[in-house]
């Protein structure tokens, strides 16, 4: 298993492919979808297992320069619940520091809260409702005490 940052046209495809997979297609949401405007500004990272295939992906940017913010957590579902959601999150948050980031801000899922409360993360706010069934709330973790 290693963190690596997405090069090549393959290493997208794979790596957008299990975004789509887990955050999007449940709700019939057609490829695409798990791609927005932002991805070319954006840190990518994802980890794959020792023979590539993808086993989680996330990515960071900046929306200030002292707030960074991580979108598009997933984890394929083979491998849920060990450890690579925590792995992942950490290599983000490590980045936000490096470039200089003092708060990180996320949305997340209702599903997901208990996994950003052990990392520390506290509601700020009650957001939107995705696909009218998916209720996510706005994180915050301060970083670069």
């Known amino acids: 298993m290693k963190i690596i940052t997405p090069k090549t046209k393959i ?11 887990i955050l999007r297609k449940p709700w019939n949401q057609p490829r695409g979808s798990e791609i927005d405007d932002n991805e070319s500004v954006c840190l ?16 960071l940017h900046f929306v200030e320069d002292s707030i960074a913010q991580i979108r598009w957590m997933a984890v ?7 450890g690579y959601g925590s792995k992942l999150l950490k290599e983000l948050e490590k980045l936000a520091k490096e470039n200089g980031a003092k708060n990180i801000i996320l949305q997340a899922r209702e599903i997901a809260l208990d996994f950003y ?26 970083i670069n005490k």
Do not use: C, P
């Open 76 to 82: 394929d579902e083979k491998f849920q619940k060990n």
């Open 117 to 142: 409360y052990r990392h520390g993360y506290t509601i700020n706010e009650k957001t939107h409702l995705l696909f009218d069934s998916i209720q996510h709330y706005k994180l915050q973790k301060t």
């Open 11 to 21: 290493e997208f495809e794979e790596y957008y492919n299990l975004r789509w997979r």
């Open 44 to 59: 990518h990272r994802m980890i794959v297992d020792d023979s590539g295939k993808v086993i989680a992906v996330g990515r």
